[in-house]
């Protein structure tokens, strides 16, 4: 048996450390080639945007928040105009996203603290980012990465999904996994120029392919060496 034909061997019994890791580079690669192209699936034409639409997205779909930000954003535009909103207006423009109350006070509150504390620009560190009413570390990230390129690693439910099948982290059988301690054992794995694009193609692989409910292990380009493949599709479907 070739190394190449080894490393796409689903993992038997125990694996040591050397041979997760290479697994996932190696998983990593397949993901790489099934999604050439990894975007952030939210619309935005600058960090504020995005910030705002990141914002949305809690508990949400893309999808849905790209449906009311051209009409939120034309009316608007920057984090001035957006602190002196009416409450009730800003509610109805974003109620289709959901939890419209508590997301119109977070961009009310962001909007204004931009404004006074940082000159209208959005911030480009992680604890200032995370000072901002509403923005946690999953937001901070996909802004830090998408908006200024600085390294960042988002874990979304699809992120923490898709990484505890691959057994990608140690805490895979944990029923209520910390989105921090993920964060932390992944980026040590690969180098910080990959951290925006494997999130990715990660979240790409779970909205397509390994779904919460009924994941399509018979069509998933990783099920060769997935350790959930045959647990999940059931032996008689292999």
Same mark, same amino acid.
């Given at each position: 048996?070739?190394?190449?034909?080894?490393?796409?061997?689903?993992?038997?019994?125990?694996?040591?450390?050397?041979?997760?890791?290479?697994?996932?580079?190696?998983?990593?690669?397949?993901?790489?080639?099934?999604?050439?192209?990894? /975007?952030?699936?939210?619309?935005?034409?600058?960090?504020?945007?995005?910030?705002?639409?990141?914002?949305?997205?809690?508990?949400?779909?893309?999808?849905?928040?790209?449906? /009311?930000?051209?009409?939120?954003?034309?009316?608007?535009?920057?984090?001035?105009?957006?602190?002196?909103?009416?409450?009730?207006?800003? #509610?109805?423009?974003?109620?289709?996203?959901?939890?419209?109350?508590?997301?119109?006070?977070?961009?009310?509150?962001?909007?204004?603290?931009?404004?006074?504390?940082?000159?209208?620009?959005?911030?480009?560190?992680?604890?200032?980012?995370?000072?901002?009413?509403?923005?946690?570390?999953?937001?901070?990230? /996909?802004?830090?990465?998408?908006?200024?390129?600085?390294?960042?690693?988002?874990?979304?439910?699809?992120?923490?999904?898709?990484?505890?099948?691959?057994?990608?982290?140690?805490?895979?059988?944990?029923?209520?996994?910390?989105?921090?301690?993920?964060?932390? #054992?992944?980026?040590?794995?690969?180098?910080? #120029?990959?951290?925006?694009?494997?999130?990715?193609?990660?979240?790409?692989?779970?909205?397509?392919?390994?779904?919460?409910?009924?994941?399509?292990?018979?069509?998933?380009?990783?099920? #060769?060496?997935?350790?959930?493949?045959?647990?999940?599709?059931?032996?008689?479907?292999?």
């Amino acid at each position: 048996m070739t190394d190449a034909s080894s490393n796409r061997k689903r993992p038997q019994g125990r694996e040591s450390k050397a041979r997760r890791l290479a697994r996932m580079h190696e998983e990593y690669r397949i993901l790489c080639q099934v999604f050439p192209e990894a /975007v952030c699936a939210l619309h935005f034409r600058n960090p504020f945007e995005l910030l705002v639409a990141t914002v949305l997205s809690a508990q949400t779909t893309d999808k849905r928040v790209n449906s /009311v930000t051209p009409e939120l954003f034309e009316r608007y535009p920057d984090p001035a105009t957006m602190a002196q909103a009416q409450p009730a207006e800003l #509610e109805a423009i974003i109620h289709p996203v959901g939890f419209y109350h508590a997301k119109a006070r977070h961009l009310l509150g962001l909007s204004l603290m931009l404004t006074e504390d940082y000159g209208g620009k959005v911030p480009q560190t992680m604890e200032e980012l995370t000072s901002l009413p509403g923005v946690g570390r999953k937001t901070a990230n /996909v802004v830090l990465g998408n908006a200024f390129n600085i390294p960042g690693f988002p874990v979304d439910t699809h992120v923490t999904r898709v990484t505890g099948r691959l057994r990608w982290r140690t805490d895979w059988r944990s029923v209520h996994p910390d989105p921090v301690k993920i964060e932390h #054992e992944i980026c040590d794995c690969f180098p910080p #120029e990959d951290w925006t694009n494997l999130s990715h193609r990660l979240i790409l692989h779970g909205r397509a392919t390994c779904h919460a409910r009924k994941p399509d292990c018979l069509h998933c380009p990783l099920a #060769e060496t997935c350790p959930s493949a045959e647990i999940l599709a059931g032996p008689s479907s292999r």
